[in-house]
Nanobody, 123 residues
Framework: QVQLVESGGGLVQAGGSLRLSCAASGRTFSNYAIGWFRQAPGKEREFVAAMLWSGNNTIYPDSVKGRFTISRDNAKNTVYLQMNSLKPEDTAVYYC????????????????WGQGTQVTVSS
């Protein structure tokens, strides 16, 4: 059974940085893609970043490109989201998700989700 556990959220001032972690367990993820999404109150879940577990290609929407970086540590079975130059509009619950195959920016294509971690950026 796939388990994804996020951590690293918190309160930060605008312009600051946070690094989120997603610890994955339950199976071998070499053929999986991992994505980060976020959801603010009253808004739809929004794609933030994705990568293949076994590759180096990454994708980001324009809203975070150049500020956020997704990476992984295979030895720790952990995926990270480094968030720099944070803005108040980045405030949301952040989720990691996994799907078999290629990465996608659509939340509907991901089968496994973590419980989320709150990120709050103050102005």
């Amino acid at each position: 059974q796939v388990q994804l556990v996020e951590s690293g959220g918190g309160l930060v001032q605008a312009g600051g940085s946070l690094r989120l972690s997603c610890a994955a367990s339950g199976r071998t993820f070499s053929n999986y893609a991992i994505g980060w999404f976020r959801q603010a109150p009253g808004k739809e879940r929004e794609f933030v970043a994705a990568m293949l577990w076994s590759g180096n290609n990454t994708i980001y929407p324009d809203s975070v490109k150049g500020r956020f970086t997704i990476s992984r540590d295979n030895a720790k079975n952990t995926v990270y989201l480094q968030m720099n130059s944070l803005k108040p509009e980045d405030t949301a619950v952040y989720y990691c998700a996994a799907k078999w195959g290629v990465y996608s920016g659509s939340s509907r294509s991901y089968d496994h989700w973590g419980q989320g971690t709150q990120v709050t950026v103050s102005s």
